[in-house]
């Protein structure tokens, strides 16, 4: 459990990392789902944190298009 000043909490464990505890009040960062690949975030705009993956697995699909 990692605090991100007086307002986030992270947990990294086995390879994902997890926004666990924050004080603001929609909670989007806590409900988003564990990241692990490279790239990918979980922000928290009300605390102004940013949580990012680099240099983890490179995810299966980065783009589409026809």
């Known amino acids: 459990e990692i605090p991100i000043g007086e307002t986030n909490y992270l947990v990294i464990e086995d390879g994902h ?25 979980i922000v928290c705009l009300p605390n102004k944190v940013i949580v990012e993956v680099v240099g983890g697995e490179e995810a299966d699909v980065d783009a589409v298009s026809n």
């Not at 926004?19 to 806590?30: H, L, R, S, Y």
């Open 17 to 41: 990392a997890d926004m666990i505890k924050a004080d603001c009040p929609d909670q989007i960062c806590v409900n988003h789902k564990s990241i692990s690949k490279n790239g990918e975030t």
